[in-house]
């Protein structure tokens, strides 16, 4: 079985340009999840999807952070214009439902620096 | 928003010896999942404990989640060069098992077992 796929695995940009991750789950998992992970912390929810709908985005930065799940599968998150506490690794993750049981299965993230 | 706070931050230890990591919170939890990232991955599941005062094995891998349902522990016996890790405590929130499968992370305890 395929796992999360995530691309690209590192990004550099310039504060201020704009940058954007994509993410395709295990084929059949519902629920789709984006983390930022800062060095030396845990990973911190950014929004969560079920099937194509949020189900939370409270901590997503929505001045300057966008995401999409269109067709319900995989899944874009965009950053415009980006900052220099952005630099982080963004971690993708699915799972087969909302059911606080569900194991989550969490792509290689991708690496992004702002310089 | 609920915390989770870990400790120790970092754990550097020789090979064949014991350990444990404490995840511990004012809240009480619905589930407390237990997970292991290393360099460059994400997150993998090692346990999801529900029950309070729960216990669970897994190889040399010792979890318990306390009677409140507000901290867990684990506990690695004869540690090995493979342990090397980030160990990541993630608690669901909400008494009801409602909550979405939104999880909350601790910073996370890094773990060195030296040859």
């Known amino acids: 079985e395929a796992g999360v796929a995530q691309s690209p695995r590192y990004k550099i940009i310039e504060k201020r340009q704009s940058v954007a991750f994509w993410c395709n789950p295990i084929s059949g998992h519902a629920t789709l999840y984006w983390y930022q992970q800062i060095l030396g912390q845990g990973p911190k929810l950014l929004i969560q999807?079920?099937?194509?709908?949020?189900?939370?985005d409270s901590q997503l930065p929505k001045d300057r952070f966008s995401a999409e799940r269109l067709k319900g599968v995989d899944s874009t998150l965009k950053i415009q214009p980006a900052k220099l506490e952005d630099s982080a690794v963004y971690l993708c993750?699915?799972?087969?439902?909302?059911?606080?049981?569900?194991?989550?299965?969490f792509g290689p993230g991708t690496r992004l620096t702002v310089l | 928003t609920q915390l989770l706070e870990q400790s120790p931050q970092f754990l550097s230890i020789q090979e064949g010896e014991n350990l444990t990591v404490y995840c511990n919170s004012s809240s009480v939890f619905s589930s407390l999942q237990w997970y292991r990232q290393e360099p460059g991955e994400g997150p993998v599941l090692l346990v999801t404990?529900?029950?309070?005062?729960e216990v669970k094995k897994l190889k040399r891998l010792t979890f318990q989640f306390g009677d409140a349902r507000k901290d867990s522990s684990l506990h690695i016996t004869a540690a090995q060069p493979g342990d090397t890790g980030l160990y990541l405590c993630a608690g669901a929130e909400g008494a009801g098992g409602t909550s979405y499968g939104k999880l909350t992370f601790g910073q996370g305890t890094i773990l060195t077992v030296h040859p």
């Open positions: 404990v529900v029950t309070g005062g």
């Open positions: 993750a699915s799972s087969l439902g909302l059911a606080n049981y569900n194991e989550q299965f």
């Open positions: 999807f079920q099937n194509n709908g949020v189900v939370d």
